[in-house]
């Protein structure tokens, strides 16, 4: 069965990006199939493993609109990573779309029929803008679990309240049933005591499930975005990929240990 996870974030610099790519990539060393699915106009996702958002032919954009069947618009990446990519046209997609209600559950309709022309993903991890806008809730509307990553600065808290409102209103209108699979901190210096104040502040909030990876500052995961290479690939010994790959490990006990 397919699980499907959106990154959430209402602000940007995060780390939202380069949690999906690298998280899916180090799904894919575990030997589980992932489709990437960009979810953001700006096409970071799309440009972060490798792809021109100008030159790509099809894109989620296509998909949404009925332009193309879902499948076509699938992208192999040299990672190991398929991608269903974005472009800037992807702006304009609520305009494009016919003005009816349930237009949020298009994503979630478009996903779920993916497995009728092949064989299913493990995965589907979907990047969203850093906004609750069109695109941040049709990704909800698609997911059964949402990963919030939280930067370490003064914002954080109020910014993850924001996404837990966001959240709770999609609940009520279009997707019961999707659960927080967890908070990642990100952007952590563990010698700074603003650091280790804001994590013993994060961990201490009632009712939230913070992962136990966390992804330390660091200039490499920067340049992997200009490069078009995940930091799994880029420097694959990193503290940074180490975290990627620790949370691929503690997703994949989150999930699946829940199905066994």
Do not use: W
Not at 11 to 36: H, M, W, Y
Not at 43 to 52: A, E, I, K, P, Q
Not at 75 to 87: C, I, M, N, Q, R
């Amino acid at each position: 069965m397919t699980v499907t996870i959106a990154a959430i974030s209402g602000k940007g610099g995060t780390g939202k990006t380069t949690t999906v790519i690298n998280l899916g990539c180090a799904l894919v060393e575990r030997s589980r199939s992932v489709l990437a699915v960009d979810m953001d106009p700006q096409s970071n996702l799309t440009t972060g493993v490798g792809f021109d958002p100008y030159r790509v032919e099809t894109t989620i954009f296509n998909v949404l609109t009925g332009e193309t069947a879902n499948g076509a618009a699938i992208l192999k990446s040299d990672f190991g990573l398929d991608v269903l990519p974005a472009s800037p046209n992807l702006s304009v997609v609520e305009a494009a779309l016919p003005s009816s209600i349930g237009r949020e559950m298009l994503l979630r309709s478009a996903l779920g029929r993916l497995g009728e022309a092949r064989a299913p993903y493990d995965y589907i991890l979907i990047d969203t803008p850093p906004n609750f806008g069109f695109h941040t809730l049709s990704a909800m509307a698609a997911a059964d679990y949402v990963l919030i990553p939280v930067q370490m600065s003064g914002f954080a808290i109020k910014g993850l309240k924001e996404v837990l409102r966001t959240l709770a209103a999609a609940r009520q209108r279009m997707n019961p049933e999707v659960r927080i699979l967890g908070v990642l901190p990100t952007f952590v210096s563990p010698r700074t005591n603003f650091s280790r104040d804001m994590l013993d502040a994060l961990r201490g909030l009632p009712n939230l499930s913070v992962f136990s990876v966390e992804v330390k500052s660091t200039v490499k995961l920067a340049e992997t975005s200009l490069e078009g290479v995940p930091i799994l690939n880029y420097a694959s010994k990193s503290d940074a990929a180490r975290a990627y790959r620790a949370l691929a490990d503690e997703v994949i006990e989150r999930i699946e240990g829940r199905t066994q």
